[in-house]
Nanobody
Framework: QVQLVESGGRLVQAGASLRLSCEASGRAFSDYAVAWFRRAPGKEREFVAGISRSDGIWPYADSVKGRFTISRDHAKNTVYLQMNSLEPEDTAVYYC?????????????????WGQGTQVTVSS
């Protein structure tokens, strides 16, 4: 079993950058495929980015392609989401999720473990 804690969300202006962190405790994070999801006000939770157990990068959501980058630091047991050129449409609660399978899945019900979420608010 693994516990996930997200951090790094805050209020920023449009065009700014943020880096979200998802730190794992318990079992080694390298045993899991990891993804970032987000839920904007009034919308369904959606897939943003994912990294496989072997650190392969899954195609990003179209809405963040070219602006967001996912990465993993095995030594720190942490997965990051670097977010550049933030837009008001990126305002959401961002969640980190892990699954025991090798591959990333874009369906949120494929994930076994979730963090509590971190709020990102982008003002125009």
């Amino acid at each position: 079993q693994v516990q996930l804690v997200e951090s790094g969300g805050r209020l920023v202006q449009a065009g700014a950058s943020l880096r979200l962190s998802c730190e794992a405790s318990g079992r080694a994070f390298s045993d899991y495929a990891v993804a970032w999801f987000r839920r904007a006000p009034g919308k369904e939770r959606e897939f943003v980015a994912g990294i496989s157990r072997s650190d392969g990068i899954w195609p990003y959501a179209d809405s963040v392609k070219g602006r967001f980058t996912i990465s993993r630091d095995h030594a720190k047991n942490t997965v990051y989401l670097q977010m550049n050129s933030l837009e008001p449409e990126d305002t959401a609660v961002y969640y980190c999720a892990a699954r025991s399978g090798l591959w990333v899945r874009i369906e949120d019900d494929a994930y076994d473990y979730w963090g509590q979420g971190t709020q990102v608010t982008v003002s125009s």
